[in-house]
């Protein structure tokens, strides 16, 4: 293949690192149709990587257009080693593209950074030097810190996407990302060592933009340090980001958060509280066209059923959708759904009878219990673990 270029002496993917030499910097751009922007981006880093450490710059590329042939034209004239993996299925989006890139990185650094000179080139060396002086293990270049700034976040509109952003992934994380004031940025440094057993044991499902959410989620960094910038005009083309983009941030960050199991039984239930709505809903529109209000229950219920098990499907067990088919596991979630309402009255009438507890606790006792029931049985039953 193309990796590992020519000059340092590289492990094969699969392999321990032979080490580019302590300090060494891999540095992970992903492109998309950045043909108009490469052969720039590869000038300003000339002019800006020291010889020592020792840098590489790593292209994980998914376009369409010749991005990869200019790269390697440009490339030419680096007196760094420079590749490109060009992915054939672009995985995870931008992500996945830097995942890729740092299972194949051999080098103590890792700098991941945008093709398109939003991120300033020349703080490459800026962030490793902060992360060896501090010994962090993550160095965040930050819009938010004083001297930095969002100067090139075209219009008020991406302002307030991007701070609403920020504060919601502040607010579902904040253990992970206390002294990140920037988790949406896309240029960072991290040590190599703080990500490597995330890489090679699968920990990593990265989806979409927010690979430093990811990472900082995930790899849970011992000490993290940031260091100010300003996030540039784009030299050429236009963000690649689409309203899709942001449909698959709120996806990851669900995904991030029920990694543990208790958070997971909680969306669980925020989930089958929100089912009430079309399945009150679809009981209004049923009555009102005539049907009979028990039979129009039961067909209602489904309409909650349905809803519910589309937001747990992409919300809470998107990556354990391959244990069954999708036809599969309607079945068994509807089954458990119908189960759990039928179950409902023999256990009130086991709580009231039986243990002589009022109607009203007895009921909320049955909620409860069932409820976990379902949880475990929708774990254990429709989405192996
Ligand atoms: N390989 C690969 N695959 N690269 C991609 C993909 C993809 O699917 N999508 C985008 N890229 C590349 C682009 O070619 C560019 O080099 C970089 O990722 C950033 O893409 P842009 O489309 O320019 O992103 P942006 O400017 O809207 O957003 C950037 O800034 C945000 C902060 O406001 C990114 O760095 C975001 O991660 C960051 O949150
Ligand atoms: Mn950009």
Known sequence: DLWPPHALEHPEVDTPPVSSGPGGVTLIIPTFNESANVAELLRQLRACLPAHPPC???????????????????????????????????????????????????????????????????????????????????????????????????????????????????????????????????????????????????????????ILLELAVRCGPAKTAEVPFVFQDRFAGESKSTAREGLRFLTHLAALRSASPLARMIGFGLIGLSGFVPNLLALWLLTHAGMQYLAAEVVANQAGVL????????????????????????GRFALLANADLLLRIPLIALFVDRFGLGVLPATALALVTTFVLRFVATEALVYLP
């Open 307 to 330: 809803w519910n098990f589309l937001l747990i499907e992409t919300l809470l067990f998107r990556d354990r959708r391959r244990h069954r088919h999708w036809a599969d596991r309607v």
């Open 56 to 210: 590489e710059v790593l292209f994980v590329d998914d376009s369409t257009d010749d991005t990869p042939a200019l790269i390697e034209k440009a490339a030419a004239d680096c007196p760094f080693p420079v590749a490109v993996l060009h992915r054939d299925s672009p995985a995870g989006g931008l992500g996945g593209a830097v995942v890729e890139g740092i299972a194949r990185a051999g080098s103590d650094w890792i700098v991941v950074m945008d093709a398109d000179l939003q991120h300033p080139p020349h703080l490459v060396p800026e962030l490793v030097g902060e992360g060896e002086r501090s010994g962090a293990d993550l160095v965040v270049a930050s819009r938010y810190l004083p001297g930095g700034s969002r100067a090139g976040l075209a219009g008020g509109y991406r302002v307030a996407v991007s701070r609403g952003a920020t504060w919601l992934a502040k607010g579902l994380f904040p253990r992970a990302l206390r002294g990140i004031s920037d988790p949406m940025s896309g240029f960072f440094a991290m040590r190599r060592s703080a990500v490597t057993g995330a890489v090679t044991g699968g920990a990593l499902k990265p989806l979409g933009y927010k």
